[in-house]
């Protein structure tokens, strides 16, 4: 009797650490895209606000439809803001930035973009496909704050790169822009 008693009390004590584990997992989503999908993982413990943030637009569809509307080979791939036409998504208020979180913008890393005010970040992301050592926090003020590093590409780094070789052209004013659209369609949590 003890002896069963011991086994499920070992047991009990295995699926529990189990469980625990699981919830300490950081956040997956897929980012469908026209030209395939890329998986990545969210740094929650390093960047709460960002992370939060990026998963709010997520589940709320917000990001359906968009396009990476700002594409510079050896640089990095943007979107999240805008929809094919150039027509700029109504967001919710701006973010705090939270840049100096230790995170580096290495290459496949996903960053908060934002304008030159520090907390400027809402919807719009990219993903570094080079090292851009010059995007991160150093002190200094506002023009070195840096860039919110939230997470990594974990899987599809191809389409990434695939997506960074698009051809672009001027549109509605902006630079860099894929002259076919990079539709995202969906971002989902992965399962």
């Not at 650490?17 to 997992?25: F, I, M, N, P």
């Not at 094919?84 to 701006?94: L, Y």
Request: charged share 20%.
């Amino acid at each position: 009797m003890l002896k069963r008693f011991v086994c499920l009390l070992l047991l009990g004590l295995c699926l529990a650490g189990s469980a625990l584990a699981a919830e300490s997992k950081n956040p997956t989503l897929v980012i469908e895209t026209s030209l395939g999908n890329v998986k990545v993982e969210l740094f929650e413990k390093e960047a709460p606000i960002s992370v939060k943030n990026f998963l709010d637009y997520a589940k709320s569809g917000f990001y359906n439809g968009t396009i990476f509307h700002r594409v510079i080979p050896g640089f990095m791939i943007q979107g999240g803001g805008f929809t094919a036409s150039m027509t700029q998504k109504e967001t919710k208020p701006p973010i705090k930035n939270e840049a100096a979180n230790g995170l580096k913008n290495d290459r496949g890393t996903l960053a908060m973009a934002r304008t030159n005010m520090v907390d400027s970040a809402s919807s719009q992301f990219f993903i570094n496909v080079a090292k851009n050592d010059f995007l991160n926090h150093r002190p200094g003020g506002p023009m070195t704050y840096g860039y919110a590093v939230f997470g990594k590409v974990v899987e599809g780094m191809d389409v990434v790169d695939r997506i960074a070789a698009t051809q672009t052209a001027m549109k509605s004013g902006f630079a860099d822009v894929p002259t076919t659209p990079v539709v995202i369609k969906n971002v989902t949590v992965a399962k």
